[in-house]
């Protein structure tokens, strides 16, 4: 195979040669009609199989359905002479290996890295995707050193490929692999969020928390040694960040943080970041009577000023009560001991109740099509518990983590590719399944109108002009044939939805809101939505500077949308905020504040 410049690649012309990774060599291209600069990835490292093929196509649609600030745009993807090839956003800062390894990055840049790379993870991990190569190389420089993570599901697609000798990229790089990944078990988010808190590690210390000189070492030091305290390497850390950052690399996935969010919020206030909330002392502590008859102790600077008067005092009648009658020491044990066992049986029938009541599951809405999302809830989980909900006959999966009340609620992506029929929807933890409810898939919307020839959709940027059809001449030899009345014509093609021309807007409330409560926000000058089955519009939502979640949105062929957002309920004032970005990557946000 041989790619030079001049290449053409679907719309994009190579320009030249940026460099070559484990997974494949990487070239610069344009696209002339959309007037943008792209890296095109050309992964050589995947066997060009048919059935290799197939899957990372599907991966390449899941991971281009990704609109997130933090994230590596997906433009497009297809083969080059039987190698696949991916389309991405060219960002020319570099990557976040170059900082790592002039030693440890200040506090602040540290935080600010890792909490945009775990926005990234977390929105991902919300539509059902796992990471598994999450390392400063993968973590590219844009504007104002925003952190933008790339190369996602590229170590799912190579793990079982034909590799030509790249130690480490089947599963991940050893340096940040989680003990799961070393010995082949199940890999989901926790996998990413112990890669994460090894890149803190890093950060914060200058060091890699295992660095041995052989890989086997490395590997055989994630799954069977502690890693060290961080303030050994860098005196300057807090036991706090230590006890944070450990965490975060428990061997155990169920004990690390349960989110990205919550470890970089915690290692926030473990830096001193965040400034603890005081802790109010609920005791209410009386001062003791003055002794009669002695004089108070008062400041030598006050010793010139005369004591108050005392109020006077009530005259008080002495009324002579009866003495209390004494009760049986006997009769009070009985009754603290009968009171005990009332309350052991009701908070044991409480506790029995809870444990035997059966596990609920719910899904809406029941009935969706290819590419859409549903929202899965269960009931009656074990607090805290964590497991996944599964789509039976698929590989997609998504972990759950449920709250002290047992509830559960997680959004999961149904496949594009999933054929119409009827599906099992299930909860499982602890190697069982639990509860399961029905799903109905129907099949895909037709993008073609019976009788009328399919086009392809307008390229952004060029304004096609319609014009009249091009008669059809009979074709020679052929038997005309007459229905008995006038044919009706094709309906005309809708004409080209207009190219904006000004930037992306987007408009929240303008008044302060409650939190937990639903916000609408609305865009205008964004590019309408193409036809196809990954790409649209996104609209995330972020509490401060943590990101909650994403929900995908239509534009419309006027490029305006209107999404409405649930807040969190949490303690305020706060100012949170919502990030709209279309497919092309224009994006605008909206801040709002949140009130008690």
């Known amino acids: 195979m041989s790619i030079g410049p001049g290449t053409r690649l679907g719309s994009y012309v190579v320009e030249e040669f940026i460099g070559q990774g484990a997974m494949g060599v990487v070239y610069r291209a344009y696209h002339a009609q959309l007037e943008r600069t792209a890296a095109v990835k050309v992964l050589q490292g995947l066997a060009p199989e048919p059935d290799m093929v197939a899957r990372f196509r599907r991966e390449a649609q899941s ?253 008080t009648t002495m009324v002579a009560m009866p003495p209390p009658r004494k009760r049986s020491r006997r009769g009070i044990l009985f009754g603290l001991l009968a009171a005990a066992l009332v309350l052991v049986l009701v908070v044991g029938g409480v506790a029995v109740y809870a444990a035997t009541r059966p596990t609920t599951l719910a899904v809406s809405p029941q009935t969706v099509r290819p590419g859409e999302h549903v929202v899965v809830t269960a009931r009656h989980v074990p607090p805290n518990q964590t497991g996944d909900v599964q789509l039976v006959g698929t590989s997609r999966s998504v972990g759950f983590r449920a709250n002290g009340s047992g509830d559960v609620s997680v959004e999961m992506f149904v496949p594009a590719d999933i054929v119409e029929g009827s599906y099992v929807l299930r909860i499982c933890w602890g190697g069982t399944c639990h509860a399961s409810t029905a799903l109905r898939v129907l099949a895909p919307v037709a993008l073609v109108t019976p009788g009328v020839s399919p086009s392809s959709g307008p390229t952004p940027g060029v304004s096609p002009t319609a014009g009249p059809s091009p008669r059809t001449s009979p074709t020679p030899g052929a038997t005309p044939t007459h229905s008995g009345s006038n044919p ?22 303008t008044a302060p809101v409650a939190g937990g409560t639903y916000v609408t926000v609305s865009g205008t000058n964004f590019w309408p939505t193409q036809d196809s089955p990954f790409r649209n519009a996104s609209v995330s939502y972020y509490q401060g500077s943590v990101f909650v979640h994403t929900y995908p949105t239509y534009v419309g062929c006027t490029g305006s949308f209107s999404q409405s957002v649930k807040t969190n309920i949490a303690v305020g004032p706060r100012t949170d905020h919502v990030t709209a970005c279309d497919e092309y990557n224009r994006c605008a946000t909206a801040y709002f504040s949140i009130i008690v």
């Open 63 to 315: 991971i281009g359905r990704m609109r997130h600030p933090n994230v590596l745009n997906v433009f497009d993807f297809g083969e080059f002479e039987g190698t696949p090839y991916m389309v991405v956003e060219y960002v020319p800062g570099g990557s976040l290996a170059g900082r790592t390894k002039q030693g440890p990055l200040s506090r602040d840049s540290a935080l600010s890295f890792l909490r945009g790379i775990g926005n990234a993870l977390d929105y991902a991990h919300s539509l059902g995707i796992v990471h598994r190569d999450v390392k400063p190389a993968n973590v590219l420089l844009g504007d104002l050193d925003t952190p933008i993570l790339a190369d996602f599901g590229l170590a799912k697609l190579l793990r079982s490929s034909s590799i030509k000798s790249m130690t480490g990229v089947t599963t991940g790089t050893p340096a940040y692999m989680s003990p799961e990944q070393v010995t082949g078990s199940q890999v989901g988010p926790a996998a990413d969020r112990y890669a994460l808190a090894v890149m803190a590690f890093e950060m914060l210390t200058g060091s890699l928390p295992f660095d041995a000189d052989g890989v086997l070492e490395v590997l055989y030091a994630h799954v069977h040694r502690e890693p060290p305290k961080p303030s050994t390497l860098n005196p300057q850390l807090a036991p706090e960040v230590d006890a944070v950052v450990l965490r975060g690399m428990e061997k155990d996935p169920s004990a690390r943080w349960d989110s990205c969010a919550s470890f970089v919020s915690a290692l926030e206030k473990a830096s001193g970041l965040t400034p603890a909330v005081p802790a109010i002392d609920s005791t209410v502590k009386i001062a003791p009577p003055a002794a009669v008859g002695a004089a108070a102790a008062v400041p030598a600077t006050a010793a010139a000023t005369p004591p108050p008067a005392p109020p006077p005092v009530a005259a």
């Open 488 to 509: 009706t014509p094709s309906p005309p093609p809708p004409p080209p939805c207009p190219s904006p021309t000004a930037n992306a807007k987007l408009s929240g409330p």
